[in-house]
């Protein structure tokens, strides 16, 4: 495949060496136009020659900021993202793990509203509840042993 050939890994992410490359010289061709031609400016108007420097260096970044849109408007992101059909016993393992090394999963009701909005979006809102309630069933029933023998010899 050329195209796996073209990409490679920066600082965790798939770049297209030729994308990257244009990039950079886009990148600089802005910042150092911008640092050039503000210096040019700064000089002729602010009367200390380092702070005309400074604010040159200052409008040059501000190049980096402005290549950097651009580049990302020219260059889509090249992630493969790939979706495998998920086995749901690891999250009942993981769960079992979280549960006995942190000495038990806590309650809902003690946690923020925001941290319960971002586990129903992420999807682990209903898996912790399920957990919550199985918890308390069983503490219940554990807390009262006569009363489920109490109720079955009352059938």
Known sequence: MKQDAQLMEIWGDTVDRRH??????????IAMAGFIASRAL??????????AASYAMLV?????LIAGIICAKLFAPKRQIIEEGEDPSWR????DELATDTGGLGRLADLPPEVIAEMKDVGLY??????????????????TPDAGRTAAAAH
Not at 21 to 29: E, Q
Not at 92 to 95: D, N, Q, R
Not at 126 to 140: L, N, P, Y
Request: charged fraction near 15%; aromatic fraction near 2%.
């Open 20 to 29: 990257l490359a244009l990039a950079i010289l886009i990148g600089g061709a």
């Open 42 to 51: 700064l000089r002729q108007v602010v009367a200390d020659q380092a702070m």
């Open 60 to 64: 040059g970044l501000g190049g980096c």
């Open 92 to 95: 009942e393992s993981a769960m």
């Open 126 to 143: 209903d898996i912790f509840a399920q957990r919550e309630r199985a918890a308390d069933a069983a503490a219940a029933s554990s807390s």
